[in-house]
């Protein structure tokens, strides 16, 4: 029980994370039907521009202007990179974000080098904020769970409530009407952007210090967010949401989860040993396995439901 | 269909090129050594601290003038910590004619390069290729897979275990194991257990975990657990990302716990665990930058001092000063770099290190055997690791003989 609750506040934390980033993912890849490949690089580059500028200045003028070099990063391959591309179709747009991957992942090791970066939770954020069976909740969880809820709420306000998220949302469904009626459809797509990447910086700058900054980080994390995006569903941020939880507490829970598939089959009258046919692999204890889940999950829903969790169209 | 012009004489400059590199090489005046290691992905601040102390040493060799006159070069390769990978750069190092390789990280390809040399070796007489393994720790390397062919630089798990469990205090009661599910995480598991077993029959093991490498993001779940187990200390084989985020969630949730570790010496741990972990990680190494200061070692201070000057991490490869002393040594007693003569002269070969312990290279299973020290990383020492202001404080070593484990290598020696 006392594992249980423990693991739930994890699962929340870690699944509030996937959304952060995973949310901007979402934004554009069902707007534009652009797989920003290099959405975690630049998650990557808002945790090492926080550190940089937390040397100088401080975490909390981290927090803001990290997050909009990242939006201005983000602006900027739209407008001088995907829109020159654009007219080549999305094999040429995937390709050149794939390429923007290696660029910068080279370009932090050039600049920072390979050592993780001694970027750290800021002191006023560093103690526990309350105690749980003996096991400390340290502070700066709370803190992360508090940005990106106030960040999932942002975002709904804008999107549901505002001029810009209703041209937003009629873009994503139908750009040609949006067009003809007068808007600039070029710059919402830069917007749309540039908002991914600034939320994909705010995930770096508040994830850079509670994982660690190195350069490998966009690797680690670049994947799983893909699961969450297409497990969410395209053009539903409440599917994201719900897909980034549902990871979170998948990776948690299976972790803490000491069964195997023969355990399962136990109460059915069969006993598997590990020499067995498929006993090697059934008698695998959950734990070992956990982080592997999220994909066996993607796979599942491919193959059940296309359109994702909650999408709107087909993938 | 015709080719423009210019393809013609761009591919005839390639062809030449191509022609003309290899034969040029052969007349080089320089030893060269394929060197395969991970310079890109989750490891790769591993494989370029490994090529920075490679360098360093090099060029001291080389300094005293190399072997036979000649320089030695390293000729990198990227394997992404990948077996597949390091296969096509050891084709790549058959087909440049290079006498010897070498890689340090990720048992998993050790092993697979034992094989494939192995093949290459039988089926090419006169082109054979000499593995130089610098890190590659799963002790069934020279034990169940022990080649003629291969030889370790490096403690195994088996002697790092010897250290490990040793060195654990006498009041220390229960243990949670984790480690990485693949080649060397379940040596590291087998081989504590064995040990565990044999020295310290009182200590409980009141976990056991295994983990996909390098795939783990977030180890607080893990932390959970271990703390409902009661484990008084965690013991773990984990390197790079898995021991840096590991120890670093648990320090964050206040698991007030030892941290026993086999490799958090190597690179990025001491920085990402930060000053929260004052003297709560160990480590089983072969050299750490404050035996200098605690021996009274000139040498080694001087040593240290000269790489402290360009480099922020420790120096912790002596086994791979030991190695190339022992490669030129080799080199000069047979007059060339002839893979089966080099590999003779190797076998059974003694070394002393900068501390005068004598390593030896046994010939029974190519196994470099020497001592190890157990340190915990503290405040307040002389010599810090990569800025942190910790350095490593020696509580405990072991000597050669403690090393000499039995083996039980059979090995195939080439007919000659």
Known sequence: MQVGLISLLDGLVYGMLLFMLASGLTLILSMMGVLNFAHASVYMLGAYFAYQIDQWVGFWPALVIAPVLCGSIGAAIEVWGLRRVHHNGHIAELLFTFGLVFIIGRGVQMIWGMLPMAYRVPAGLDFPLFSLYGENFPAYRGFMLLVSGGMLFTTWLLLKKTRIGLIIQASLTHPGMVSALGHNVPLVFTTVFAGGSFLAGLAGVIAGNYLTTESAMADAMGPIVFVVVIFGGLGSLAGCFTASILMGMVQTFSVVFDYSFADALKPLGVTLAANDLLGEILTIP???????VPYALLILILLFRPRGLMGTRET | MRFPR????????????????PGARAADATIKIGYIDPFSGAFAAGGDASLKMFQFIIENINAKGGALGKKFELVTFDDKLQPAEALIALKSVTDQNLPFVMSCVGSNVGSALIDAVNKHNTRNPDNRVLQLNCGQLATELTNEQCSFWHFRFAGSVEMRAVARIKSLPASLKTVYLLN???????SIRDDTKKFLALYRPDIKIVGDEMIPLMQVKDFSPYITKI?????????????????????????????????DSYLGHVIGAPTAIGAAGDGRLTS?????????VEENNAAQEEFVKQWRTTHDFGFIAINSVTQFDMLVRAIEKVGSTDPLKVALALEGMEQKDMFGAVNIMRKDDHQLLNPY???????GQKYDVEKTGMGWKTEFKTTVADETLPTTCTMKRPES
């Open chain 2, 6 to 21: 210019s393809f013609v004489r761009i591919f005839l400059a390639l062809l030449a090129v191509a022609l003309w590199g």
């Open chain 2, 227 to 259: 703390k409902a187990s009661g484990a008084e200390s965690l013991l773990t084989g984990n390197y790079g990302p898995d021991l840096a985020l590991l120890i670093k969630a648990g320090v964050d949730a206040g698991l007030n716990i030892r941290y």
């Open chain 2, 284 to 292: 089983v190494m072969e050299i750490h930058d404050n035996i200098s």
């Open chain 1, 286 to 292: 959950m734990s070992r396995i956990g982080p592997l």
């Open chain 2, 373 to 379: 020290y157990e340190a915990v990383l503290t405040k």
């Open chain 2, 180 to 186: 990485q599910d693949y080649l060397f995480g379940q």
